[in-house]
Structures are given as structure tokens and as C-alpha cells.
């Protein structure tokens, strides 16, 4: 079992920025691929962000490609979701996601772990 906690989450002004952080527990943190999920009231759960065990290569969705980046500390056992340029469209539960797979997917059903999220509201 991988446990994970995210924070940072919080309201800020359109144009403003926040980081938010995943704590994880439980298992050897650089085995699991780490995701950024977000969800809006009335909307399905969508892909943010991912990063793999190592970092490297990451991907994004392209309505936050150039705004938001992905990292992650093995040795702190943590990862980020850096977020600039926020837009009010940003605003939903963000949540993050572990998956010990080499592949890497968009799908929330292909990750295993999920942390309780944490709320990002985006003010015009």
C-alpha cells in the first residue's frame, strides 16, 4: 500500500500561482510513476500532469502545458504540481496518483493509489 497526502492547495487570484505537494508513505517512493489529477464540480476526473519513477519524461494536458510542471524528490519522497498562469478554468479538486507500471497512463482507472485531494479555487 502506498499512502499519499496532498497540500497546498488554496484560493488565489487569477494569473497567480501555487505549488502543490504529495507526500507518500508506505513503499519505496521510486517505483511508482506519480500522476496529477484534477476534477471540477459536475465533471469527470481528468489528467493533469505524470512524471516516471525517475523523472524524466513528462507529459501534460495540453490546457496546462507551458502553465503548470511536474517534478518529483525521491529522496524526500514527495512530488509537485508547480502552478503558474492560474485560470479560474483551473479550479476543481486536485488530486494525486501512484502506479508502480512503466506504463504511463492518462486514464484515472490505470492508477492504483489516490490521495484525499486538495482543493484549488481560481478567483477572476
Not at 504529495?22 to 489529477?37: D, E, I, L, V
Not at 502545458?65 to 519522497?77: Q, S, Y
Amino acid at each position: 500500500q502506498v499512502q499519499l497526502v496532498e497540500s497546498g492547495g488554496g484560493l488565489v487570484q487569477a494569473g497567480g500561482s501555487l505549488r502543490l505537494s504529495c507526500a507518500a508513505s508506505g513503499r519505496t517512493f521510486s517505483n511508482y510513476a506519480m500522476g496529477w489529477f484534477r476534477q471540477a464540480p459536475g465533471k469527470e476526473r481528468e489528467f493533469v500532469a505524470s512524471i516516471p519513477r525517475t523523472g524524466g519524461s513528462t507529459d501534460y494536458a495540453d490546457s496546462v502545458k507551458g502553465r503548470f510542471t511536474i517534478t518529483r524528490d525521491n529522496a524526500k519522497n514527495t512530488a509537485y504540481l508547480q502552478m503558474n498562469n492560474l485560470k479560474p478554468e483551473d479550479t476543481a479538486v486536485y488530486y494525486c496518483a501512484a502506479d508502480p507500471s512503466i506504463l504511463i497512463w492518462r486514464v484515472p482507472h490505470r492508477w492504483d493509489y489516490w490521495g484525499q485531494g486538495t482543493q484549488v479555487t481560481v478567483s477572476s
